[in-house]
């Protein structure tokens, strides 16, 4: 069963003055604001970006792919920690994404990890999606 998933925003202005506010359609956080000073100078306006928010999907899919791998080789992860960096350039747009992992699986060798994780940064959904960027990861057991 394919599920379709959706994120609205509403823009006013030019890029360079303008803002608006993204609304995820499964949140009840509310709206969380965007504007161009946040994505091409960053952090500190309290607005977020639309790499920031690609990186919430990069770190989400791939800590659901490994843990997914790990359990079918019966390894079932305590935790996965992962944070993704994903890189905007005003230009050339977004260059990459890295993945920066920490993970408890008792009884897994650090190699063994280091398989796994290349293997879900290689497969999961968002990594196929941004083939055309180079993705790197820095994986170990905590």
């Known amino acids: 069963m394919a599920v379709t998933s959706e994120a609205t925003t509403v823009w006013t202005g030019t890029l360079a003055e303008g803002s ?3 609304t995820l359609d499964s949140s009840k956080l509310g709206s969380f604001p965007v504007n161009w000073k946040a994505r091409a100078e960053g952090g500190g306006s309290g607005a977020t970006t639309p790499e920031e928010l690609l990186g919430a999907a990069h770190s989400a899919c ?3 792919a490994l843990s997914h791998a790990l ?3 019966g390894h079932t992860p305590e935790s996965i920690q992962t ?5 905007f350039e005003a230009g050339k747009g977004v260059t990459g994404s890295h ?4 993970a408890r699986v008792p009884g897994l060798s650090e190699a063994d990890f280091e398989s796994f994780a290349e293997d879900a940064k290689q497969n999961c959904p968002i990594s196929k999606a941004l083939a055309g960027v180079p993705i ?4 170990e057991l905590a």
């Open 71 to 73: 359990a079918g080789a």
């Open 20 to 22: 608006g506010d993204v």
């Open 136 to 139: 790197t990861i820095e994986a």
């Open 62 to 64: 791939f800590s659901m």
């Open 83 to 87: 944070t993704a960096a994903v890189t």
């Open 99 to 102: 993945l920066l992992v920490s």
